[in-house]
């Protein structure tokens, strides 16, 4: 697969309008796009509609030499909705080439008004104040980047010959076209260099830390907040990752996606990894404990009198905690889309969705771990060399990411060892399969670890929440040819604690499981297996589930100072 990056100049003449849903100052209605560094931009999305409607009418004309590939390029909706044809074709925002700031360029606005047949005044509430700062007929100029994925040398020039007739076939972006808005004066379509990325250094420990910086606000929706509202996560899954290695470079790492261990990736404006907080962490008054060392339910002693602590999900606020574990606080950004009717050349009805977006910012970047052990090193080469080329697609939005990989020397971590009588406490990082739906958790906790460490640890508490994940897509994907009905997966949340020990003279063996869970992910049990009807051999897991470790699921941190320097003294609780 090769891909190709082509820059874009879009020249338009002034005014124009493309709409903005966040509001900008007091008296405007239709303020302007602009991108979370405050510059206007053409939305990707719209000029890909148009590019869309462009090549339709170019094809109708029947040219012999329009070669056109719309569905593969542009991608296709499925019948059922739950597998798409993902396009081919990834475009980013063009962004003003216009050197003077939005700000000394917002004062001057754009007045519209609907009249009254009847009375032959302003109809009512028909007044619009829109925001114009460009003077008519002054020329602006747009630029972003365009990438696309193809199959050899033909379809290479197809497409580079399509994709320049169909930016010059475009008259108009934005609305009030009718009016003589959005006037495309030139186009122009550049192909760029492409970046020799040196040889990544293989490590000896078979790891590696891939950095993600994307370059445009993103959306991954984990769950739907309503019909037409779609709220990112702040973490970018393993699987997510691997999956736009899967689009970019089919026949180069067919064979490996499978063996390739990648976590989810973190947000953090260090160039260390953070850790996820546990459950285990109280608030009583205005400080923080942690009980995961305590044998039975406690009160805190608070001004003479005990109280019950409170956990995470009572708190008003856990950006207190979030310092201190080196957890940024993410921005965020909403943007409102809607389809057009290229016929009406207006929106379409009940087709209003929105997107709340992650924005990314200078100093913030996204760490994954990268694990290759099961790869030998002739091949990891090929591997690394993939991972350093930008991902292409990520999120709703399609948004190209910048990448960067390095080596992680073995080192040994002296927190996998016991403590306090062969314990260890282990923190969820990423959400995991531990168990079924229909168990009590006690029992189902204390089976899962058991089988987990082949009968060499047993688990003496828990501080766990529980999601079910399902829903039709995930029945239809991974479900629906191997399980006998419908079973909605229960995940254990990130933050879970639990405090195992090591079964009598079993700690060697108990050590060695630990240490595999810390490097690899925890790996589904045998009850989950049989019960969600998952395949035990790993290669072919990725079919049937999508929460399994080599996707990032069921990371852990283990033994974590936080345990030992919170926890509470004995005079400050009293057992229950």
């Known amino acids: 697969m090769n891909v190709i990056s082509l820059q874009i100049t879009l020249t338009l003449k002034a005014p124009y309008l493309t709409q903005s849903a966040t509001p900008t100052e007091y008296g405007i209605d239709v303020p302007l796009a602009r991108n979370h560094e405050g510059q206007f931009y053409i939305p990707a999305t719209l000029l890909i509609g148009k590019l869309r409607e462009a090549w339709q009418e170019l094809d109708l ?36 080439l216009e050197k003077q700031s939005a700000e000394n360029k917002r004062k001057t606005k754009h007045y519209r008004i609907r009249i009254n047949e009847e009375t032959g005044s302003t109809e009512k509430g028909a007044y619009i104040v829109t925001e114009k700062p460009f003077a008519t007929g002054e020329t602006i100029q747009f630029q972003g980047q ?13 497409f580079i010959f399509c994709f320049n007739k169909g930016l010059q076939w475009i008259m108009q972006l934005g609305a009030n076209r009718t009016i003589g808005f959005g006037e495309i004066a030139g186009v122009t379509v550049e192909s760029m260099e492409k970046q020799i990325n040196p040889a990544v250094k293989l490590a000896k420990s078979n790891r590696y830390m891939l950095k993600l910086r994307p370059r445009a606000a993103f959306c991954l929706a984990d769950t739907r907040k309503s019909r037409n509202l779609f709220r990112s996560d702040e973490t970018i899954a393993g699987g997510v990752i691997k999956s736009i290695l ?16 990648i976590s989810h990736a973190f947000p953090s404006k260090l160039n260390n990894r953070p850790y996820r907080f546990p459950l285990s962490l109280v608030e009583v008054g205005k400080r923080y404990y942690d009980i995961a060392l305590q044998h039975k339910p406690v009160l805190f002693r608070e001004n003479d009198q005990f109280v019950a602590p409170k956990f995470s999900i009572d708190w008003k606020s856990d950006s207190e905690i979030k310092e201190k574990f080196d957890l940024p606080n993410i921005k965020r950004q909403s943007r409102v889309r ?10 379409q009805d009940q087709q209003l969705f929105s997107y709340e977006m992650i924005t990314p910012e200078a100093e913030l970047q996204w760490l994954a771990y990268v694990d290759l052990s099961a790869i030998s090193e002739d091949k990891q080469q090929v591997i690394l060399s993939k991972l350093q080329n930008p991902l292409l697609g990520l999120g709703k939005t399609k948004v190209v990411v ?6 992680i020397e073995q080192v040994v971590s002296p927190q996998l060892s016991s403590r306090d009588d ?26 899962t670890w058991t089988q987990l460490s082949e009968n060499s640890l047993e688990m003496q508490r828990f501080f766990a929440t529980q999601t079910l994940a399902g829903g039709r897509y995930l ?11 419908y079973r909605p997966y229960l995940l254990t949340d990130v933050g879970s604690v639990f405090v195992l020990k090591a079964k009598l003279n079993q700690e060697s063996k108990a050590q060695e499981c630990i240490e595999k ?45 936080i345990h030992w320097n919170c926890r509470p003294q004995a005079d400050k609780i009293k057992e229950i």
């Open 422 to 447: 062969g314990l260890w406490i282990i923190t969820l990082q990423t959400p995991a399969l531990l168990c079924k739906p229909h168990m009590e958790l006690q029992s189902a906790y204390h089976d």
């Open 246 to 261: 899967a689009e970019m470079f089919t026949e180069e790492l067919y064979e490996f996606l499978s063996k390739i261990y």
């Open 475 to 485: 029945w239809e994907r991974f479900q629906k040819e191997s399980s006998d009905c």
């Open 61 to 96: 004309l029947g040219s012999a030499n329009f070669s056109l590939n719309l569905k593969k390029w542009l991608g296709q909706s499925s019948e059922n909705g739950v597998m798409p044809q993902r396009k081919k074709l990834i475009l980013e925002d063009l962004t003003i």
């Open 517 to 561: 869970w810390f490097y690899t992910g925890i790996p589904l049990a045998e009850n989950i297996l049989q019960y969600y009807q998952i395949p035990s051999d790993t290669e072919n897991q990725w079919q049937h589930c999508p929460y399994i470790p080599q996707n990032g699921y069921g990371e852990i941190a283990v033994n974590l100072s």
């Open 402 to 407: 910048d990448t960067e990989i390095a080596p």
């Open 146 to 158: 365009a990438h696309f994925s193809a199959i050899d040398e033909q379809e290479q020039q197809d």
């Open 338 to 347: 809607t389809a057009i009717d290229s016929e009406k050349q207006r929106s």
